[in-house]
């Protein structure tokens, strides 16, 4: 059993309602235990940074603080983007210096030697006992769906807070998708930014940004966009109406690109039904192309399963060939063998 | 770029953007103006200074065009261009940095995204965490955008996504003391800063 202090932060409950619920169930069967931190706070995310750079450290310290307190020894598992870099940057602050630290405690009244690592579900799930035991469950394989991994900026930069070595092609999702048998596409936008404040902010300015994530993944393919984080989630998937409006009212095609969660699809995998993993209350309509998929996948292993019906009947045919013609071989040495004996034996007799 | 009257720039512009360059960990003598960062940038199309111009603006002291830029209030702090800088300069945090600045001079180039930060860290300070369906209508009421989001929000409400209820942290009130203690040490910081800036000059 792998346990965690969990930071659910305050989409889980509400927009990102798809992503808790995937979650537990995922976690459920594969023996990863979330404690959630007793009395969390909001991370403040990129508002507490454009307010103040101390605000920017006390608000995720504070939950830190509490965790190390409640259940040391565990590392902090949060699993939107957003608190991740937010609660990363506060730690990655605190282990620079006694100094840091001494400043912390002292906004925070708190005692905090900032000694748990800070994690995305994906980190998580990167381990090989986690792999193992997803592999051990899957009872379908995703087969036939093209996936484009979206992982967002917050959980890729600042490269050196977030401790990522491949900021512009990050392959975790990628590698879990492939794990549970659906086919990630490459693609360019996987750490563009979708500017989730800004779509409130500069509406109009910051439609495009969603609008050319969607665009890239359909220009490669993909059918679907997966994501880890629920700010990226709401964003895309709820507003591709607006943005598909709008490229009607242009003449363009609209979008048809629904968009999971990484933890639903590894839950269909594992045999849930759509909505038991929160499928179901999407914006964007998500289960026809699953089904579709699914059809897809059964019609594809039909079709495999007769290629291999077919081989295994020509096989067979070319066995009892070969055995003919063995049989045929072996009779003509014996007459053979049978004429040279008697031949033999009328020279002895001679 | 505009052109400039560098004769009219004084050593305490000058200082005002060494100190927004302190204050983000850059030097701004690093850039070499390639415009790398311009490049990447997801939000370029409708800023009113280049990401690359911010830069060269503040190497050359010009104090004022760059507080009264709406390209730091537009940048979505997403990183695109520090990581890419073949010279390591941090601009999102130059971004930040200059913002804040803003900020502190009283100016609100682009005032949606002051209210829409302010009314966030009032929704933590208040409840102690942030109830999107509460954040979402304050920053309508103040930013005059009445309708903004309104056919999402009624989705969202279908759905179950979002409801009435206020959600609340038991510690809220020590979750309001927090803030408040990091405010005063953020207020003590700059206070010190300008008192050595003013020393120095
Ligand atoms: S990428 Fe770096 S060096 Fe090039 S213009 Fe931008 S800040 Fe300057
Ligand atoms: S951090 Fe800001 S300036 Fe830099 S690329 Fe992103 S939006 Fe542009």
Redesign the interface.
């Known amino acids: 059993m792998m346990k965690y202090a969990y930071f659910p932060g ?2 889980a ?3 990102g ?1 798809s992503f808790t619920i995937s979650t537990s169930y995922v976690a459920d069967k594969i023996g990863v235990e979330l404690v959630e931190i007793p ?4 991370c ?12 920017a ?3 995720p310290a ?1 939950s830190l603080a509490i965790s190390e307190r409640e259940l040391p020894g565990l590392d902090v598992v949060a699993p939107c983007a957003g608190c991740y870099r937010s609660l990363k940057a506060s730690l990655a602050y605190a282990r620079e210096s006694q100094e840091n630290r001494d ?1 912390i405690k ?4 708190a005692p905090y030697e900032a000694k748990a690592d800070v994690l995305t579900l994906l980190e998580v799930f990167e381990s090989d006992d986690v792999r193992e035991a997803i592999t051990a469950k899957v009872q379908r394989k995703l087969r036939c769906l093209k996936v484009a991994c979206y992982y967002g ?1 917050a959980m890729v ?3 050196d807070v977030c401790e990522c070595d491949n ?1 512009e092609d990050p392959q975790q999702m990628d590698e879990l998708m492939r794990l549970i048998g659906a086919e990630p596409v490459s693609w360019a936008f996987k750490t ?2 979708c ?1 989730a ?2 779509q ?4 109009v ?2 439609k ?2 969603i609008e ?1 994530i969607f665009q890239n993944a359909a220009a490669n393919g993909a059918d679907c966009i997966v994501t880890s984080c629920p700010l990226c989630m709401l964003n895309l998937d ?2 591709e109406a607006e943005i598909n409006a709008a490229r009607v009212a242009r003449g363009e095609e609209p979008f048809d690109i629904p968009c999971y969660y990484f933890t639903e699809l590894i839950g269909l995998a594992m045999g849930a039904e759509p909505d038991e993993v929160g499928i179901g ?1 999407h ?1 964007h309509p998500a289960k026809t192309l699953l089904l579709q998929r699914e059809l897809d996948a059964l019609e594809l292993e039909y079709a495999e399963n007769e290629a291999r019906a077919a081989e295994e009947r020509k096989k067979a045919e070319m066995a009892a060939k070969i055995a003919a013609k063995k049989a045929e071989k072996a009779a003509k040495a014996a007459a053979a063998k049978s004429t040279d004996v008697a031949a033999e034996a009328e020279e002895v007799a001679r | 770029m505009r052109s400039l009257n560098l004769s009219a720039i004084s050593d305490a512009d000058r200082r005002a953007c060494e100190a927004i360059a302190g ?1 983000a960990g850059v030097n701004l003598k690093d850039c070499y103006q390639c415009g790398k960062c311009t490049a990447g940038c ?2 370029a ?2 800023m009113d200074l280049m990401p690359r111009e911010v830069i060269r603006y503040l190497q050359l002291g010009a104090i004022d065009i760059v507080l009264d830029a709406k390209t730091p209030w ?1 940048c ?5 261009c ?2 890419r800088c073949p010279q390591n300069v ?1 601009i ?1 945090s130059v971004m ?1 940095a200059v ?2 600045a803003s900020k502190h001079a009283g100016k609100r180039p ?1 005032p ?2 002051d209210i ?3 009314e ?2 009032a929704n ?1 300070r208040a409840h ?6 509460y954040l ?1 209508a304050f ?1 309508n009421l103040k930013s005059g955008h009445l309708m ?2 309104m056919g ?1 929000a009624t ?2 409400l279908a ?4 409801g009435p209820a206020i ?1 609340n ?4 009130a ?2 309001a ?3 408040d ?3 005063e ?2 207020a003590e ?1 700059r206070a010190k800063a300008a008192e050595t800036r003013g020393g120095e000059a």
């Open positions: 305050c989409s409950e509400t927009t309602k009395d969390w706070n909001c403040g995310t990129s508002a507490a940074a454009l307010t103040s750079p101390e605000l450290v006390a608000l504070r400043q002292r906004i925070i009244n900026c930069r600042p490269a900021v563009e930014c500017g404040a800004q409130m902010t500069v509406p300015q910051a495009p940004m050319r709820m507003r209350i914006f | 204050e997801p939000l199309d409708s537009i979505a702090q997403c990183v695109v520090s990581s941090d999102c930040r913002r804040l682009v949606e995204a829409f930060d302010d966030f860290i933590v102690g965490v942030s109830n999107e369906q979402a920053y903004q989001d999402n989705r969202m759905r179950g996504l979002v959600h942290t038991k510690g809220r020590n979750v003391a927090v803030i203690r990091a405010l040490a953020d910081r």
